[in-house]
């Protein structure tokens, strides 16, 4: 046996080189990875699987072998160890390291329970948003593959998570692309799944794992193609000052100006004609506050324009604003603008730092010794409760 002696006396000593060994070894852990360029992969259903190294596609290679994992056998496996307080990068470094291969050149991916994702097989981060106003709900990671139709999808993930989370059937389903928006739930949906296409033919090259999927409520029988664009519509009342909620409407991605006024048309009321219409794009940060509706620059289009020309360029996912031509802004007299602007802070009477008398800094002083004590004591108890555990884990080993 081993014992390990150190000086804890000392109070000007530097930290513990026991505690550092020995939380290193807590630390420490074995990464299991496979070998892209072992024959003994399979990533087709195949024999073989080596990468060629004179390959000119090596990269692209390599990233498809290493998110094979079909290990066939225990010579395609290798292994690191790491200090689990260490970045990914220098995983990848490490990893890299014994493949001799850079880190840039490869991907890597802890697999779900040790189940290996196949090169057609993609993970993705699954959301359902119930309403726009409320936090999209996590329904968590989800496997899909290349084959996979829109329908198939809706099925899948209704049997996972119908019972749990309430998602819609598969027929009042709709699925979106997706993406965070930096606030907790905030998510921005924008295009279509459109019905029939599989999810090959949907992303394309923009396919990867990590991609975020919108689960969507939609009218029973609601079918989507790629000749549609889907819109989210809000109609402004400068009379009353009210922005309504966002409504989602389907247009065929070919409309014209004067086509989409004939939809929005009904939404302002059975009287008003398609020329009474009147639409703006702007960002979405202006719509978070009514007040900046009154600045906006409503532009004239002609009734020919398509929407997805300039200046407007609509595509999927974005957010109109509609209106009645004929109600006015109403006007922000530059008194009122004054008295709405934001306060300056007043400034401050107090001194712009302290001063402590005697009897404070010996208070202070004695504060911040009794602290370090503290800190000295439970770094004594924490190393106490390694040697037990290290003591403890020998005496079994010695028993076995």
Known sequence: DSLHVEDSSATDRAPSRLMKYFLGLINLATITFNNPFSSKLDPSGGEGGKVDEGDSERSSSIVTMLKQVN???????????????????????????????????????????????????????????????????????????????????????????????????????????????????????????????????????????????????????????????????????????????????????????SEFQEQLAPLLGDTFEPSDVIIIKPFAYLLKDVSNMSTLKWPNLRADQKLTDAPMRIKDGDTVVFKNRHEKEMEVLPSEASATAAPRAAPSDGPAFTIFTPSQQFEREESRRADEKAREEEERERTEAIRARISSATAKAAFE
Request: with cysteine.
């Open 71 to 257: 290990v066939i056998d225990e010579d395609a496996k290798r292994t690191v160890k790491i200090d689990l307080r260490q970045s990914l990068a220098i995983l990848k470094a490490k990893i890299g390291e014994v493949l001799g291969i850079a880190s840039d050149e490869f991907k890597i991916r802890r697999t779900d329970g040790g189940v290996p994702l196949l090169p057609h097989q993609w993970l993705f981060n699954v959301k359902y948003v119930s309403t726009h106003d409320e936090p999209a709900i996590a329904l968590g990671p989800f496997v899909l593959e290349d084959t996979n139709t829109t329908f198939e999808i809706k099925q899948a993930l209704f049997k996972k998570f119908g019972a749990t989370h309430g998602i819609p059937p598969p027929e009042e389903m709709r699925l979106r692309m997706a993406s965070g928006t930096g606030t907790p739930g905030g998510v921005k949906m924008t295009q279509v799944f459109t019905d029939g296409a599989n999810l090959a033919a949907v992303y394309g090259k923009k396919i990867s794992d990590g991609k975020m999927l919108a689960v969507q409520q939609c009218p029973a029988g609601d079918f989507f193609t790629t000749d549609h664009i889907l819109l989210g519509v809000r109609h402004w009342s400068p009379v009353n000052q009210v922005l309504g909620l966002v409504r989602e409407i389907g247009v065929m991605r070919s409309s014209s100006y």
